[in-house]
């Protein structure tokens, strides 16, 4: 009993002296640091302190490398170790380490790895500190405000409302450390800033994904949309079943027909750029649910369906991201919202349907729906006379096949624009990869037995998200065309460690970055 009383009143007396030595004067705060080193040359030598971490080790008089000295030899990178009553301002203090120092863009990886490195490092520390119970954290820029604040608002993120309050995640608030250089603090603050909402909008995009398509329905979705863009100064129009028969949107409809829920078509406007400047369209698969229809989908896993409008929240977040950071730009969304279920009034395998640009489309399998509602929205797109169209949309199964998780399949006519979205793709950590538009595939969706075109390649499971692409393609005629299959970035187990288990909002930031070089360099 003795022995822990006086060890406490030991641990008082020192942190008295320790509070008293730094701040003689100020009250003490309880907050948490997150602070950077770099992986230690030799096995047994001590990390390497980044900036922000040697000014901490000064004020609290070499307290961080004493007691980095004992608990963290040999950190390994991406890895955290928590220092109790380290320093006189922060209670825990969460080292982590960013890897080697100097590391730069990686051609093998098509990656911007010193900036990957920090995501995944600061985000392993927010977390960790999060775990103890610490709710105010202040993180180390590690040289990029930008990465440190996606890594750590990313890893923050948990949907877990619907669960009860103990259970939980606490709301944890969160800044930038920027004492070791106080004439640059705005520009580091503004950096994190960015950082900040791009990690909110992809959160944004995470939280529709994750919703079940009970709380989701098509008229929530557009209601939410509404209710979190207006105030940013993005115009939101809902359209409903009426407009969408006005419009001749047959494939969309045909779609919509085996579900009670009625679908809602939403139109987004942000005018950020020139009146005359070029125009952005942005178009997103927003599935609600997807049973497979008449087609129906195997049991197994089906819950993961409800994040089918994976496309839609991409440009939800995308667009809060650019009208919160007032991107110079121009963008238009069209977001088309159904469920796809089997019913009495389903649409039936080999049934043919008219779209919006006049082509008939034999549905030989009501679970390759997404095409349909993407083959209206792109026509409909097109008549704002956009400068590039850009369609997201959990498309096929067989691009998570083809890619996985690692990187988002892109079929697209322009080089030029290509070479934006991939280089956007390096630098978010986000990756981006090309994939064919050949005639090969677009034989294979142009033979139908009734009608123009056929909704499933002959080639059956071969090549799948290479027909879905092709299939699209004789629904646009634009010059700058991009298609996204996200399907294989849909959800998370654990490749990317500072987005958790779930659904993702991947490629949210990358098009937020693409809508930033497009705008720079048009062509
Ligand atoms: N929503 C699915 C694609 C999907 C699969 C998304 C797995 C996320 C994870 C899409 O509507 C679909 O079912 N596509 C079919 C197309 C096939 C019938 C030609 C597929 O991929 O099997
Ligand atoms: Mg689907
Ligand atoms: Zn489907």
Redesign the pocket.
């Known amino acids: 009993m003795a022995a822990p009383l006086r060890r406490r009143a030991l641990v008082s007396l020192q942190r008295f002296v320790h509070n008293h030595r730094c701040f003689s004067s100020s009250v003490v705060n309880h907050k948490g640091l997150v602070v950077g080193t770099f992986k230690a040359a030799g096995k047994d030598s001590l990390p390497e302190l980044t900036p922000a971490a040697q000014h901490y080790d000064r004020v609290s008089e070499g307290r961080l490398t004493r007691d980095l000295k004992v608990a963290s030899r040999d950190l390994k990178k991406g890895k955290s170790r928590i220092l109790y009553n380290s320093g006189c301002e922060y209670e825990r203090i969460a080292v982590v380490c960013l890897g080697p120092r100097g590391v730069g863009y990686n051609p093998q990886e098509e990656l911007e790895e010193g900036r990957e490195n920090i995501r995944s490092a600061v985000s392993v520390g927010a977390r960790q500190l999060r775990d103890v119970g610490e709710i105010d954290i202040v993180l180390d820029p590690c040289g990029d405000p930008e990465a440190a604040a996606e890594g750590c608002m990313l890893s923050l993120f948990a949907y877990d409302e619907l669960k009860e309050k103990k259970k939980q995640k606490p709301h944890v608030k969160t800044g930038c450390y920027t004492d070791h250089c106080p004439g640059e603090s705005q520009k580091i603050e503004e950096r994190w800033q960015r950082g900040r909402v791009q990690a909110e909008s992809q959160n944004l995009g995470r939280m529709l994904m994750e919703m079940p398509a009970n709380k989701l329905t098509p008229l929530i979705f557009s209601q939410i949309v509404t209710e979190r863009l207006s105030s940013h100064g993005v115009t939101v129009k809902v359209r409903d079943q009426e407009w969408m028969e006005s419009e001749k949107m047959g494939a969309f409809l045909s779609v919509t027909r085996g579900s009670d829920e009625p679908p809602m078509f939403v139109e987004l406007e942000y005018i950020g750029g020139e009146a005359d400047s070029p125009l952005l369209a942005l178009v997103g698969?927003g599935?609600t649910f997807?049973s497979?229809g008449i087609?129906l989908?195997p049991g197994a896993n089906m819950d993961?369906?409800r994040?089918?409008m994976?496309g839609a929240a991409c440009v939800v977040g995308a667009m809060s991201a650019i009208a919160r950071l007032n991107l110079p730009v121009n963008i238009r969304g069209f977001i088309p919202l159904c469920e796809?279920m089997p019913s009495g009034k389903a649409t039936r395998p080999g049934d043919v349907v008219t779209a919006r640009n006049g082509k008939t489309i034999q549905v030989d399998?009501t679970?390759?729906?997404?095409?349909l509602l993407l083959a209206d929205a792109l026509s409909y797109a097109e008549t704002f006379n956009p400068f590039l169209i850009l369609d997201m949309?959990?498309?096929?199964?067989?691009?998570?096949v083809a890619l996985g998780s690692a990187v988002t399949g892109v079929y697209t006519n322009s080089s030029s624009m290509w070479s934006h979205l991939h280089q956007a793709g390096q630098l978010t950590g986000d990756r981006m990869w090309r994939m064919p538009l050949f005639n090969h595939y677009t034989k294979q969706v142009t033979e139908s037995q009734l009608a123009d075109v056929n909704?499933?390649?002959k080639g059956g499971?071969s090549g799948?998200?290479c027909?879905?692409a092709a299939f699209l393609k004789e629904f646009v005629t634009n010059e700058n065309w991009l298609h996204l299959d996200i399907?294989?970035v849909?959800?998370n187990k654990d490749e990317v460690p500072y987005l958790g288990k779930g659904m993702t909002g991947r490629p949210i930031r990358t098009i937020v970055e693409f809508a930033r070089r497009v705008k720079k360099s048009p062509s």
């Open positions: 698969k599935v997807d497979g087609s989908k993961a369906m994040g089918d994976g796809n399998n679970d390759a729906e997404g095409r949309a959990t498309l096929t199964g067989a691009i998570d909704n499933i390649g499971r799948g998200s027909t879905a399907a294989g849909m959800m």
